[in-house]
């Protein structure tokens, strides 16, 4: 099926740890993001990448990094983990014009 | 800075309408959407409309836009149990993603 694949769907870490969440997508769209959603708060952009290429920081990006490996993937990374990024993280990409995002099913994290 | 104020939950008896209501203060919006999140899975777009409409309707949906008051409503008729879901407002100044802003959510729960 079409669409935007994240793994793993979920994951525990202790404080400290890191880990990288993978995503990918077979819509050809050049735009991808990560977004993280906690209770209350609606979704808060991390990263984009507007391109193959470039990436740049969204509204929460302390803690992150990214990396758009090439049109298909865009991956996020946490260094050192911490309780406050425990959430649920979704990657999406976009169609141009409209601006519909297309989401993944999302990645559940919880830090310990 | 920008917002989009949501009430968090709606009760309805199956069969009524529902009318999830949205508030945004950015009165250069020009995209707004209606997304629609099921349990365990990411957003999915329900419609969208330009700061120029008043109006739109597809099937049993009809978004309301109150572009002086700042206010958009969803409408969903004959409200069935399928229905029950997270419903996020959006807004953004241009197709962008990167420059949109999402509401927190409005839970709707459907009675029998």
């Known amino acids: 099926n079409a669409g935007v694949t994240q793994t793993p769907k979920f994951q525990v870490l202790k404080t400290g740890q890191s880990m990288t969440l993978q995503c990918a997508q077979d819509?050809?769209?050049?735009?991808m993001y990560w977004y993280r959603q906690d209770p209350g708060m609606g979704l808060r952009l991390i990263y984009y990448s507007a391109s193959e290429g470039t990436t740049d920081k969204g509204e929460v990006p302390n803690g992150y990094n990214v990396s758009r490996l090439n049109k298909r993937e865009f991956s996020l990374r946490l260094e050192s983990a911490a309780p406050s990024q425990t959430s649920v993280y979704f990657c999406a990409t976009q169609i141009p014009n409209t601006g519909e995002l297309f989401f993944g099913e999302g990645s559940r994290l919880t830090v310990l | 800075g920008e917002d989009v104020e949501q009430s968090l939950f709606l009760s309805v008896r199956e069969g009524d309408s529902s009318v999830i209501n949205c508030t945004y203060t950015d009165s250069s919006s020009t995209y707004l959407y209606w997304y629609k999140q099921e349990p365990g899975a990411g957003l999915q777009l329900l419609t969208y409309i330009f700061s120029n409409m008043d109006m739109k309707q597809d099937q049993r949906l009809t978004v309301l836009l109150n572009k002086k008051d700042k206010h958009l409503s969803l409408r969903i008729a004959d409200t069935q149990t399928g229905d029950s879901a997270i419903y996020f407002c959006a807004e953004s100044k241009d197709s962008s993603a990167s420059k949109i802003i999402f509401g927190s959510g409005t839970r709707l729960s459907i009675r029998p």
């Open positions: 819509m050809n769209h050049n735009s």
